[in-house]
């Protein structure tokens, strides 16, 4: 399910055109990004957290040339799934 799948699926769950969902998708997916990058962590208890999470350096290996190529360190975002939500995917 891509972004425009997921506003028109919640537009019909709400009852809410999809120019109000898309404003509203809008607007949690910047708040989700701004905690993210002002705390570090998010939480919806049982369903998901997201954190930031440094990556180790690494070295890697071009494919083509097998040159190796110095990977430095980055942070991620990590996702851990909650209870429920793996109760409800594994059903």
């Not at 957290?49 to 990977?71: F, H, W």
Request: aromatic fraction near 6%; charged fraction near 30%.
């Amino acid at each position: 399910m891509n972004k425009t799948e997921f506003i028109k699926a919640l537009s019909i769950k709400t009852g809410k055109t999809k120019k109000d969902t898309t404003i509203d998708v809008d607007a949690f997916l910047k708040t989700l990004k701004e905690a993210l990058i002002s705390d570090n962590k998010i939480q919806f208890i049982g369903d998901f957290s997201l954190s930031i999470a440094d990556t180790k350096p690494r070295v890697c290996r071009n494919p083509k040339s097998g040159e190796e190529i110095q990977v430095p360190v980055k942070n991620a975002v990590k996702f851990k799934c909650g209870k429920v939500l793996a109760d409800l995917v594994n059903k």
